[in-house]
């Protein structure tokens, strides 16, 4: 798995630029006796260190893409001889995650990442174990304060709906009176809102463009279908549909086959292997996909194991690895969707 991580720049391996070299670049060709320390700073690669036990704490894997967190995460601390993954169950209880976080803490684990199933309600546990000098790699949802963690890494809601936006926008960039319409996530979420106000923020750039109508769906395959109907019953014309979600995004295809309609281009989100594979066989509404990626799992334990060895990132000049790394939503359509199939979750 460890092409996923070099291609999104979290470069740890042999294929990482050495600091000197990125340096180097950066600066005259004289010579100088103040060169930064950070020439010779350790940095985290693939050859065997100081062992390393890392917590892994999620949700319950109840949708493709948090089991996708979950299979990267092991996958790529298998990949390390020096590095004892101790994961947890997982559950969507607040309660149960504490505690299944709270054992991991008196294991004494080097590092701990955790996913909590509500940042908010976990903040106090993370706060717990920086107290205890277990330093936190929190993906994804994110805690309340910045205390509760030594590194934040994940996705990029907002970018994920300007992506999509500007993806349609230019599709449909020569068409007068073009209409767009939107089946969102679960509405009491922030991760929606930032999707909608990116695509929104998005489809300003068009003024031909206009969104004419959106649903929210919960992120289920049911729900998808049953709010494309819905969608698909009220709109008898329109251009484009985005969808924040692949999974919800079967059962809209669903939908979408039922009602027999194929008079406009689909935009998904996520980066699911049926996406992915619907793409490459171009014989429907569904043509590209914004990502999401749950690679990002594997970058966090790469993240993980340089805490733990007191290490940076090959290829930066700080000693010491970022305090937040947010990731890019790509959009994949058929002109990349070979690059990024091994990516696609199930």
């Known amino acids: ?100 976080i709270e054992t991991l803490i008196n294991k004494k684990v080097d590092v701990l990442v955790i996913l909590p199933a509500d940042g908010k309600a976990l903040t106090q546990v993370g706060l717990q174990a920086m107290r205890a000098n277990i330093p936190v790699v929190n993906l994804d949802r994110i805690f309340n304060t910045p205390q509760a963690y030594r590194c934040w890494i994940g996705g990029d809601n907002y970018g994920m709906g300007l992506n999509a936006g500007h993806y349609i926008g230019e599709k449909l960039k020569g068409k007068s009176g073009a209409r767009v319409i939107e089946l969102a996530g679960l509405d009491n979420l922030e991760l929606t809102q930032q999707r909608t106000q990116g695509f929104d923020d998005a489809l300003k750039n068009y003024p031909n463009v206009k969104k004419v109508a959106r649903q929210a769906a919960e992120f289920t395959v049911e729900s998808g279908q049953a709010k494309m109907a819905q969608l698909l019953q009220a709109q008898s014309k329109f251009d484009a549909l985005w969808n924040h979600d692949d999974d919800q995004g079967v059962g809209a295809l669903r939908a979408i086959e039922q ?61 010491e690895i970022p305090a937040s790394l947010t990731l890019y939503s790509a959009v994949v359509d058929k002109t990349n969707v070979d690059q990024y199939m091994p990516t696609g979750f199930k």
Not at 3 to 21: D, E, K, N, P, W
Not at 274 to 279: L, V
């Open 1 to 100: 798995m460890s092409h996923l991580t070099s291609r999104r720049g979290l470069l740890f391996g042999a294929a990482a630029v050495s600091t000197g070299a990125l340096l180097a670049g950066c600066t005259s060709n004289e010579s100088s006796n103040d060169e930064p320390a950070a020439n010779d700073q350790p940095a985290a690669d693939d050859k065997p260190g100081k062992p390393v036990t890392i917590g892994f704490a999620g949700p319950q894997a109840d949708h493709g893409w948090l089991n996708a967190i979950n299979d990267n995460a092991k996958s790529r601390a298998k990949k390390y001889s020096d590095v004892t993954l101790e994961i947890t169950e997982g559950s969507n209880d607040t309660a149960a995650q504490i505690g299944q």
């Open 259 to 319: 009602a027999g309609r194929d008079d406009f281009l689909m935009v998904g989100g996520a980066g699911a292997l049926s996406a992915f594979q619907a793409i490459k066989q171009d014989d429907g509404v569904l043509k590209a996909t914004v990502l999401y990626p749950p690679t990002m799992a594997a970058s966090a334990i790469d993240l993980a194991r340089a805490l733990g060895q007191s290490k940076g990132i090959g290829g930066l000049a700080e000693f």
